[in-house]
């Protein structure tokens, strides 16, 4: 491994550092000083920075751990074991001086044998009932849930990801070509799988009014066109700690204007200019927790989307929260262009 990559210096500003996450997708960072190890970086310390709506061009000195565990290289046999006891995900590996030698990850040394997985109650409702208008004419065929990412439909990666940390409940909502959805699953016996039949297309949440008798409390909800490649327990146990009606999982999208971009004055004088801004937002990725109460506030048998729920809660005072993720975990299926860049970045 190219340890390289993973360094950063004490004053780049946060938002290079998120950029840079992105681009190694291995949720850490070592925060260096001539390859002294001064401090490390992980997408939980970005997460809450931007919770805090902090000034992402702050340097990362702000956010980092100033005292990390670290092994030395001849521990390294000591490694996956310092991990799972210190639940990190990663482990620098320094000399006698501190000098950075090495990085090592857990999903490199876990053993390829899979563990036995909890079993968790809290059920996942899958949006499934759209047309694809987007990747027309594929789904004048197959309805966008089945169109497959390497030889996997889109809709059974999510439930493997999902069932990947013990959610096996799953509701389908379905209604655009629903038998051919029907028949893909027949039978399973890792999951328990409900099919939610809408009768016309209700909008990426008015079908929830049909499993309101069956949810018990905290609930997922994932578009069917959609995944996130993160820990789901440690996003519910968060939406739970915060208290929140509704969690919307977010990413950092950056953006950089290719131009000069000139404001005005009122009298139609130049009063700025700068050159090739760059701009961050966080957007929707189309995954959610949710709480059984707010389905008060979605009509029956009416179109109705996500982000009018999530208006008229706020406009309500429910608590509506937001769990920052990097861009790079966030694969989105929605448009071909997008469809072949998750093969890629799934190394399918």
């Known amino acids: 491994m190219d340890v390289e990559k993973f360094f950063v210096t004490p004053d780049i500003p946060i938002r290079d550092a998120i950029r840079q996450l992105d681009e190694t997708a291995m949720k850490m960072l070592l925060v260096v000083n001539n390859r002294k190890l001064t401090g490390v970086i992980t997408d939980g310390d970005i997460r809450r920075w931007i919770l805090q709506n902090k000034d992402l061009s702050m340097p990362v000195h702000h956010i980092m751990n100033p005292s990390p565990i670290v092994i030395k290289e001849e521990e390294l046999s000591k490694a996956l074991n310092i991990m799972k006891e210190k639940r990190i995900e990663g482990l620098?590996?320094?000399?006698?001086?501190?000098?950075?030698?090495?990085?090592?990850?857990?999903?490199?040394?876990?053993?390829?044998?899979?563990?036995?997985?909890?079993?968790r109650k809290t059920p996942v409702v899958i949006m499934a009932g759209g047309k694809g208008s987007r990747l027309y004419p594929y789904t004048?065929?197959?309805?966008?849930?089945?169109?497959?990412?390497?030889?996997?439909?889109?809709?059974?990666?999510?439930?493997?990801?999902?069932?990947?940390?013990?959610?096996?409940?799953?509701?389908?909502?379905?209604?655009?070509?629903?038998?051919?959805?029907?028949a893909y699953f027949n039978g399973d016996r890792r999951?328990?799988?409900?099919?939610?039949?809408?009768?016309?297309?209700?909008?990426?949440?008015?079908?929830?009014?049909?499993?309101?008798?069956?949810?018990?409390?905290?609930?997922?909800?994932?578009?069917?066109?959609?995944?996130?490649?993160?820990?789901?327990?440690?996003?519910?146990?968060?939406?739970?700690?915060?208290?929140?009606?509704i969690t919307v999982v977010t990413a950092m999208k950056n953006y950089e204007i290719p131009y000069g971009v000139i404001s005005l004055d009122q009298n139609g004088?130049?009063?700025?200019?700068?050159?090739?801004?760059?701009?961050?937002?966080?957007?929707?990725?189309?995954?959610?927790?949710?709480?059984?109460?707010?389905?008060?506030?979605?009509?029956?048998?009416?179109?109705?989307?996500?982000?009018?729920?999530?208006?008229?809660?706020?406009?309500?005072?429910?608590k509506v929260g937001a769990y920052p993720v990097m861009d790079s975990t966030w694969l989105d299926m929605g448009e071909f262009s997008e469809m072949k860049k998750m093969a890629e970045r799934m190394k399918l």
Not at 97 to 118: A, C, I, M, Y
Request: aromatic share 10%; net charge negative; glycine share 4%.
């Open 191 to 245: 999951y328990h799988l409900h099919f939610v039949e809408e009768k016309e297309a209700l909008g990426t949440a008015g079908s929830l009014t049909l499993v309101k008798d069956q949810i018990p409390g905290s609930f997922f909800v994932s578009n069917c066109d959609i995944l996130v490649d993160i820990n789901y327990a440690k996003l519910l146990l968060f939406h739970q700690k915060s208290k929140n009606q």
């Open 269 to 318: 004088c130049i009063q700025s200019m700068s050159e090739k801004p760059k701009y961050e937002f966080l957007v929707s990725t189309g995954l959610y927790v949710l709480e059984k109460d707010i389905l008060k506030y979605i009509p029956s048998d009416t179109p109705f989307d996500m982000p009018d729920l999530i208006r008229l809660c706020m406009k309500n005072d429910e």
């Open 140 to 182: 004048k065929i197959i309805p966008k849930p089945l169109i497959p990412i390497g030889d996997t439909p889109i809709v059974e990666r999510i439930m493997n990801q999902m069932m990947s940390y013990g959610f096996t409940e799953f509701y389908l909502t379905v209604n655009y070509r629903k038998e051919l959805i029907k």
């Open 92 to 119: 620098p590996v320094v000399s006698d001086s501190g000098q950075v030698l090495d990085l090592v990850f857990w999903n490199e040394l876990q053993p390829e044998k899979k563990q036995p997985v909890r079993k």
